[in-house]
């Protein structure tokens, strides 16, 4: 939980993402969705027979797995990007802490531009999504592997499956919790009182969020 905000009063907001980075974001959870929406319609017979298209369905399930990492790819043209990417795969005493803390429940807990269930999450879902992919291939492709492979690769990819839309759920469920961490991804700037009580760490560069127009890089 996060303690009370403080009354909003008028403040220069702080610069957190770039727009390639919001629409990175915007676009991988875009596709994130179709895929957990069409992999619902595919298992649950009550979602298969009210929606039916089956053949439609497996498609667009399939073709938006193979394009989840594109925005990601694409993206990484983005300085900032790349920047934020080894700030989220870097692990400090800090973060320890912060899990320690956040079992315990206390508000009380050391963060840089990305806490460590942020990273946590980030790691996780990434390694998800190459298992997925892999997997689905394998499930595909039905002449890559002989039928001991598949029938794993359809194990794993299932119960994987669940484990994401589980995942995916808690992640929107604490963003939905946390309305100044939605305003950075909607607009790349947050309130710096949120920020200095959230990520007390970060220490914000100037090529942080967007360039004013007019302005070179």
Not at 5 to 13: H, N, V, Y
Not at 97 to 122: C, E, I, M, P
Not at 153 to 181: E, S
């Amino acid at each position: 939980m996060h303690p009370p905000a403080e009354p909003m009063r008028r403040r220069a907001l702080l610069p957190r993402f770039t727009r390639a980075e919001r629409w990175v974001h915007r676009c991988t959870s875009a596709l994130m969705l179709l895929c957990i929406a069409t992999a619902a319609c595919l298992y649950l017979p009550q979602l298969a027979e009210l929606v039916g298209r089956r053949r439609l369905v497996e498609t667009v399930h399939e073709w938006s797995g193979l394009a989840l990492p594109v925005p990601l790819l694409l993206g990484l043209g983005s300085r900032a990007l790349r920047r934020d990417l080894g700030r989220l795969n870097r692990f400090g005493p800090h973060d320890r802490d912060w899990l320690r803390a956040a079992l315990w429940r206390s508000y009380r807990r050391r963060a840089g531009k990305f806490n460590a269930g942020q990273k946590v999450y980030a790691g996780w879902i990434a390694g998800a999504v190459l298992v997925m992919l892999g997997t689905g291939l394998l499930m595909w492709f039905t002449d890559l592997a002989p039928l001991a492979w598949r029938t794993g690769a359809t194990f794993v990819h299932d119960w994987l499956a669940l484990a994401v839309g589980v995942v995916v759920a808690g992640h929107i469920w604490m963003a939905v919790r946390d309305p100044q961490a939605r305003r950075g991804m909607r607009t790349g700037k947050v309130d710096p009182l949120w920020a200095t009580r959230e990520h007390p760490d970060w220490e914000p560069t100037a090529d942080e969020g967007d360039q004013p127009r007019g302005s070179s890089r």
